[in-house]
């Protein structure tokens, strides 16, 4: 990194985190590291305690009902069979046998190609599939129906032990990844506990393993201090685990001690006042939440007391964003494709049952009813007792401080997202005034997610940027300095020029909210949006570049023409939507795009205000120009659902050259789009001028 940039990291990033990292990194050239991961802890482990109050089987199988018991143990026989839904996608097979098994880790992360993406490798190693294993042999164990699961667990554990020495090859290279392993071999551990095929040999190489597993984690915990983030909470929730089921360890007091530390910290440092997790990510969010009801559910003598209101307004801030009708959330900031506890039957993407767990545990709840997304509170939501945290009946108000809540607008079946982010933490997405639009349960106007953090050009990272978030970008440029493959510097700060709406509004009421972000402030430009929901599921959006500094100061003269190094400052609105049948009617004004979705046609006109000339249209699919002239880049027309899957999208890119002072007003306008959103099918009617 050069000098020049990493100056900048320590004064943005703050020098507790950079400090961490260059202790780290002082640690890892001198070889301690590589000393303290020689060979795993040496002592004898002792038994495996049971740490978890499993369900009743009987209220687990009425819980689910003979349909979700069939989905349960249909994903179970394909897991025994080698199969598994990686990151909540297609079935793939099971591989416990990496490359570079024999090096130690580090030189093994060392060797790894740049290109090479380690979550391929690190996923069906979390073990994650253990927790569906572990509910299909509770739901079924009548007889011997369930054995086939217990039996197939050992299996691979037995593969994994074989092909993975300890502190040997890529899948000890991250100390979350041997967490994660860490607490599904626990649950592993007390679910199996009486099928004959946990022997007690089995058994003692278990408990054996755990404690591989939990003395690897303190060498490299200075690496997780400087991201804190999901690594630190994963780490220390890890060590918690070994530290409560194996108590006779010699070192089990003190693994329990650092992880009840570390994880109470992380906590109170990694959640905002208003309950916005450090990450700024819906999938980290409930990694964050899934993690915190594992400890409360665990552990009886955690500090978690000390973090219950972060924990509630967490609670509060993701519920605010997940759709009614699909337990679907906006794809928003980095997505990963985590789902380290899945106990629940319902698809990845379904936000409920995490919620329900934790709205239940933190907030005393059930805001969803019930429904088959109740199994993981039968599972995790230990918490409704708040005996434990010292509760009292007083609740935590919302925090309505203008620039942190959620700004979502909710109309009679439709409702939006408007991101408007003060970054106190690094962002991990330039996403400033993206916009979400849901529509009966389908996400509408959507965000890319993530696809891949390691692939080759151009997919690495790609879906990061601002070009494919629903927002405008300036001449093809970043709201932020992109410095690496994760770190974004000089953050873009949003301002709300309205107040988040209250949460207890009618169904449908006039609302309206707006704000800007100062991530061109370079340019003399400020991006400011304003979103109308004002009869219902009709919705405007009108996008404003406004000059600043010199540039609004000095009474340009209208119609004058901006010039940046001589050329044009172009703008690009972008809208990501769901792949469905399209047509194009074009007029004078600008063009109306209709969708025909599985619920009806919904209508998007483009256009822009009197005075400013009409924006040329471009509509990509999957990389490929399909409507308009130009070039297009290859990593448009895509949204990625879960980590490592892709599939076409619509992008529809309206682009402007900018017009200074067309409006009078102070700053003066150098661009504008307006976009009207119409779900009632109105003006589908006559479509005599279109293209498809």
Same mark, same amino acid.
């Given at each position: ?8 990291? &320590?004064?943005? &990033? ?25 060979? @795993? ?217 650092? @992880? ?14 208003? @309950? ?55 794809? &928003? ?56 945290? @010292? ?39 330039? #996403? ?110 009108? #996008? ?80 490929? &120009? ?67």
């Amino acid at each position: 990194m050069p000098v020049f940039t990493a100056l900048k990291a &320590l004064q943005q &990033l703050g020098p507790r985190q950079v400090g961490w990292y260059a202790w780290y990194q002082f640690l890892l050239r001198l070889g301690i590291i590589r000393r303290m991961t020689g060979r @795993g802890a040496q002592e004898m482990a002792g038994a495996i305690h049971p740490i978890l109050k499993l369900p009743d089987a009987a209220a687990l199988r009425a819980l689910l009902g003979p349909q979700g018991r069939s989905v349960l143990l249909f994903e179970a026989d394909q897991i025994a069979q080698g199969r598994v839904r990686l990151f909540g996608g297609e079935p793939a097979a099971i591989n416990l046998t990496p490359p570079g098994v024999r090096q130690h880790w580090i030189q093994a992360e060392r060797a790894a190609s740049s290109n090479a993406d380690l979550k391929d490798t690190w996923e069906p190693a979390r073990f994650g599939w253990a927790f569906t294993l572990g509910r299909a042999y509770l739901a079924a164990n009548e007889g011997c129906a369930g054995e086939s699961y217990a039996e197939a667990f050992w299996r691979f554990a037995e593969i994994f032990w074989q092909a993975n020495p300890v502190n040997a090859g890529p899948n000890w290279a991250s100390a979350q990844e041997v967490a994660l392993r860490l607490m599904a071999f626990t649950f592993a551990a007390q679910v199996f506990a009486s099928s004959p095929h946990s022997t007690a040999a089995r058994l003692s190489r278990l408990a054996q393993s755990i404690a591989e597993h939990a003395a690897r984690i303190p060498p490299t915990l200075a690496y997780a201090l400087a991201q804190n983030n999901n690594h630190l909470l994963s780490e220390a929730a890890g060590l918690i685990t070994a530290g409560l089921a194996l108590r006779e360890h010699p070192q089990a007091a003190g693994w329990l001690a650092l @992880g009840r530390r570390r994880f109470a910290w992380a906590l109170q440092h990694q959640i905002d006042p208003d @309950g916005v997790y450090c990450q700024h990510s819906a999938n980290y969010h409930r990694l964050m939440l899934q993690l915190a009801l594992w400890v409360q559910a665990i552990d009886a003598g955690s500090e978690m007391q000390k973090t219950l209101a972060s924990l509630q307004m967490a609670t509060r801030w993701l519920l605010a964003l997940v759709d009614p009708l699909s337990g679907g959330a906006p794809n &928003l900031g980095p997505n990963d494709g985590a789902y380290i506890f899945p106990l629940t039957v319902c698809p990845f993407n379904d936000y409920r049952p995490a919620l329900q767990a934790a709205a239940q545990s933190f907030l005393g709840a059930s805001p969803f009813g019930s429904g088959p997304w109740d199994e993981m509170a039968l599972w995790l939501g230990r918490g409704s007792d708040f005996s434990r945290f @010292g509760r009292t009946d007083k609740m935590t108000k919302a925090v309505t401080t203008m620039g942190f809540s959620p700004m979502v607008l909710r109309s009679a079946q439709s409702w939006a997202y408007l991101r408007a982010a003060r970054f106190t933490s690094r962002p991990g997405h330039a #996403d400033q005034l993206h916009l979400d639009l849901w529509w009966r349960g389908l996400n509408v106007a959507q965000d890319a997610g993530t696809y891949r953090y390691s692939a080759p050009s151009p997919w690495e990272n790609a879906l990061a940027g601002v070009q494919v978030h629903n927002t405008v970008s300036v001449n093809g440029q970043d709201q932020m300095t992109r410095a690496g493959k994760f770190l974004w510097l000089d953050w873009a700060q949003a301002s709300l020029r309205t107040a988040p709406p209250p949460a207890d509004l009618p169904a449908f009421a006039s609302l309206t909210a707006a704000a800007s972000h100062n991530g061109y402030r370079r340019l003399g430009l400020i991006h400011q949006r304003t979103v109308t929901v004002d009869a219902p599921d009709h919705w405007l959006v009108q #996008d404003d570049l406004l000059a600043t500094g010199h540039a609004a100061r000095r009474g340009l003269k209208p119609g004058a023409r901006r010039i940046r190094n001589g050329r044009k400052d172009v703008y690009r609105l972008h809208w990501l939507l769901p792949d469905w049948p399209w047509e194009v009617n074009a007029s004078q004004a600008g063009f109306a795009l209709c969708l025909s979705s599985p619920e009806g046609w919904i209508m998007l006109n483009i256009s822009a205000p009197p005075g400013f000339p009409r924006p040329a249209l471009h509509l990509i699919r999957a990389g490929a &120009l399909v409507y308009g002239e130009g070039q297009v880049l290859p990593i448009q027309g895509w949204t990625s659902p879960t980590y490592g899957h892709k599939i076409p999208a619509l992008a529809l890119v309206a682009e402007m050259n900018a017009v200074e002072a067309v409006v009078q007003g102070t700053p003066p306008r150098l661009a504008s789009f307006v976009s009207e959103w119409d779900f009632s099918g109105a003006g589908l009617l006559d479509r005599g001028n279109h293209d498809a």
